[in-house]
């Protein structure tokens, strides 16, 4: 769920970066920088926090037998 959302964020920003080029308020430049910082904002990998979760370390019980 969290990808789709990234992605919707991701192709509204750079259809939003295209429709201000395209209305001329942009120039070609700095389109192109969005488009760029866009995928540096796409790439950004999830926060250590939320990866690490509580900090504990979970250790399953695998029983012989």
């Known amino acids: 769920m969290a990808i789709l959302v ?3 964020v991701w192709l509204a920003w750079i259809a939003g970066a295209g429709w201000l080029w ?3 308020v942009l120039g070609n430049g700095t389109s192109l920088a969005l488009g760029a910082l866009s995928l540096l904002v ?3 990998p999830a926060s250590v926090a939320r990866r690490r979760g509580s900090g504990e370390l979970r250790y399953v019980d ?3 037998g």
């Open 42 to 44: 796409f790439a950004w």
């Open 6 to 8: 990234r992605i919707l």
């Open 22 to 24: 395209h209305a001329g």
């Open 62 to 64: 695998m029983g012989k």
